[in-house]
């Protein structure tokens, strides 16, 4: 987790402040909307929450494989509402959901993997069809290379990391 703090959080905060950098005011609009403020405190929250797991892990060690999939968790939900209130003010911020599937493919199983991937590629989707994209034509087609991005990544990483454990483990040639 430590690892996926450390890169994808600062990754996460720049999608973030892009979002709010380049969105377009609505006409009349003064001060930020509810949306942004949302977001603000959400971000907020989950630095603060991600940072506090992290600092207390050995504290709670019975509990470790319940935190990290009650972290992976955690990490999608914030992602899923990040990406609800800020897609339409910048795109990109489908990434935000590959954050959880990665989580789970470095510190959980390989079903745990598909399954967050699976969850978030279905968020994403379910996200863009409640935002209005028809399921029809070239956008909708990046959509589903998005989502088949998000689970095929989170298992590229989880082989990854079974490769670097398996190295490891065989130690010096």
Do not use: C
Request: aromatic share 14%; proline share 5%; hydrophobic share 60%.
């Amino acid at each position: 987790m430590q690892m996926l703090n450390r890169y994808f959080t600062p990754f996460a905060l720049i999608l973030i402040s892009l979002a709010f950098y380049y969105r377009v005011p609505e006409e009349g609009e003064t001060g930020l909307p509810m949306d942004i403020k949302l977001s603000i405190a959400i971000v907020a929250a989950s630095v603060l929450v991600n940072w506090w797991l992290s600092a207390n892990k050995y504290r709670f060690i019975r509990w470790a494989t319940a935190l990290r999939h009650g972290q992976v968790w955690i990490n999608y939900l914030w992602s899923a509402l990040l990406v609800y209130f800020l897609v339409p003010y910048w795109a990109p911020m489908w990434l935000l959901l590959v954050m959880a599937p990665v989580a789970a493919a470095l510190s959980l199983g390989k079903g745990a993997t598909w399954i967050s991937g699976l969850v978030s590629a279905g968020t994403m989707l379910g996200i863009y069809a409640h935002r209005g994209m028809a399921p029809e034509g070239p956008a909708f087609g990046m959509a589903l290379a998005h989502a088949a991005f998000i689970v095929i990544f989170s298992l590229f990483v989880h082989a990854l990391a079974e490769a670097a454990l398996r190295l490891r483990d065989a130690g010096p040639a």
